[in-house]
């Protein structure tokens, strides 16, 4: 199964050249940092519905200097920064995403490009005897680049919105927990 899946590469790197062998290392790149931010985010438990990770033990250090007396505007100045870093922390790597699902599709159309002046190319060489058959299988094997520079953006893209959605729910639930153990009850009055 190994064997034919390489093989079945080998082929497709042979025919569309450079910018399909190209375009396979950015979808093993994009499939790395997939699998390394779907780690990060489940072990701080990012979009989670309950503190956890980073942010259960930011809201701990937060209780521990609410007892020591450490003034509310002072601490919530400190928290928010600490978050504001916790989230880069949490969220480095995924411009790489970003880079792969705007530059795959370019890379796509540079090989169709590629392919097109190199099935032209020869269709010139042919001359009168040019058999459209000739033109038809270039165009086809240039047409091969765009669509694996789509293959590999597509799914880079969802994947991406994906994280950032995920990364967006929890940095509200991360502000909603530290204004609600810096002013607890506050809304609460209103209610009844």
Do not use: C, N, Y
């Amino acid at each position: 199964m190994i064997a034919a899946a390489t093989g079945r590469i080998s082929e497709l790197v042979a025919l569309g050249g450079p910018v399909v062998a190209l375009l396979l290392a950015l979808s093993v790149l994009a499939v790395a940092v997939v699998l390394w931010k779907a780690a990060v985010f489940e072990l701080e438990a990012v979009g989670r519905s309950a503190p956890r990770g980073f942010l259960a033990r930011l809201l701990g250090q937060a209780r521990a200097a609410q007892r020591r007396g450490v003034p509310p505007g002072e601490l919530r100045e400190r928290l928010l920064a600490r978050l504001e870093r916790d989230f880069g922390r949490v969220g480095a790597g995924l411009r790489v995403l970003e880079i792969v699902s705007q530059v795959a599709p370019l890379l796509g159309l540079f090989g169709t490009v590629l392919g097109m002046i190199d099935a032209f190319r020869s269709l010139q060489e042919a001359g009168s005897s040019a058999d459209p058959s000739l033109l038809a299988g270039g165009i086809w094997v240039a047409l091969l680049t765009t669509a694996a520079g789509l293959a590999v953006a597509m799914p880079a893209s969802v994947l991406l919105s994906w994280f950032d959605a995920r990364l967006a729910a929890h940095r509200r639930m991360a502000e909603e927990a530290v204004e609600d153990l810096l002013a607890p009850g506050v809304l609460d009055h209103g209610a009844g």
